[in-house]
T-cell receptor, first 115, second 112 residues
Framework: NAGVMQNPRHLVRRRGQEARLRCSPM?????VYWYRQLPEEGLKFMVY????????ESGMPKERFSAEFPKEGPSILRIQQVVRGDSAAYFC?????????????FGQGTRLTVV | QKEVEQNSGPLSVPEGAIASLNCTYS??????FFWYRQYSGKSPELIMS????GDKEDGRFTAQLNKASQYVSLLIRDSQPSDSATYLC????????????FGKGNQVVVIP
C-alpha cells in the first residue's frame, strides 16, 4: 500500500514562473490537505479538498494560488507568478473519510525554491 | 486567539527522563486530537490520537486530554536520543469545516 506520494521532491523556479505541485493520496483516502512550512516554523494550513470539491480554502492567499482535486488523478497545488516569499516546503496529507479524518498521513513534501 | 497553541520553547531532557509537552485549543466543540512527530527535514508522522477525556498510553507515549480545560498533553517516558524531534499538536476544528489545524510545534532534545 503506497503512501502519500508528492512530486517533485524539489522544485526550483525563477521569479514569475509557475509552480505545480502534485499529490497522490493513499488508496482509500478521499480527503487531501495542503500545508506550507517555512524553516523553523509550524505547518500553516492552506486548503482542504475532497474529490472535485474544495471544502476549506481559508488558508490560501487570495491571489496566485489555486488547488484542485479532480475525480481522476492527483491533487494539484498551483502557484502562479512565484515570488521569493513562496520558497518553502509544501506538504500534502491525506486522510480517510469522516470518523478518523485527523489521522492524516503526510507525503514527503515538495521543497520549492524561487530564485 | 490561535486555534492550536503550543507555547513552550525548546525542551532539553536527559536520556531516560520524562518529556512533557502541552497544547491548548480554542474550539470548545473539537472532539479529535493528535500528536505528530517531525524530524528535521522530514515530514510529520502521526504518533498518537485521542478522542476521550483521560489518558491514552501507547508504548512510551501517553496522551492526556481534558476537554473542560481545552488542553492536550503528551508525555514521553524513558526518553531516548531518537525522540529528539519537533512534536506537533493537531486538532480537528469543527467550525473550520472539520479541517486539521496544527500548533507551531515544540522541539525536544534528548541529551545522552
Amino acid at each position: 500500500n503506497a503512501g502519500v506520494m508528492q512530486n517533485p521532491r524539489h522544485l526550483v523556479r525563477r521569479r514569475g514562473q509557475e509552480a505545480r505541485l502534485r499529490c497522490s493520496p493513499m488508496k482509500g483516502h478521499s480527503h487531501v490537505y495542503w500545508y506550507r512550512q517555512l524553516p523553523e516554523e509550524g505547518l500553516k494550513f492552506m486548503v482542504y479538498l475532497q474529490k472535485e470539491n474544495i471544502i476549506d480554502e481559508s488558508g490560501m492567499p487570495k491571489e496566485r494560488f489555486s488547488a484542485e482535486f479532480p475525480k481522476e488523478g492527483p491533487s494539484i497545488l498551483r502557484i502562479q507568478q512565484v515570488v521569493r516569499g513562496d520558497s518553502a516546503a509544501y506538504f500534502c496529507a491525506s486522510s480517510p473519510p469522516t470518523g478518523r479524518a485527523g489521522e492524516a498521513f503526510f507525503g514527503q513534501g515538495t521543497r520549492l525554491t524561487v530564485v | 486567539q490561535k486555534e492550536v497553541e503550543q507555547n513552550s520553547g525548546p525542551l532539553s531532557v536527559p536520556e531516560g527522563a520524562i518529556a512533557s509537552l502541552n497544547c491548548t485549543y480554542s474550539d470548545r466543540g473539537s472532539q479529535s486530537f493528535f500528536w505528530y512527530r517531525q524530524y528535521s527535514g522530514k515530514s510529520p508522522e502521526l504518533i498518537m490520537s485521542i478522542y476521550s477525556n483521560g489518558d491514552k498510553e501507547d508504548g512510551r507515549f501517553t496522551a492526556q486530554l481534558n476537554k473542560a480545560s481545552q488542553y492536550v498533553s503528551l508525555l514521553i517516558r524513558d526518553s531516548q536520543p531518537s525522540d529528539s524531534a519537533t512534536y506537533l499538536c493537531a486538532v480537528i476544528i469543527l467550525y473550520g469545516n472539520n479541517r486539521l489545524a496544527f500548533g507551531k510545534g515544540n522541539q525536544v532534545v534528548v541529551i545522552p
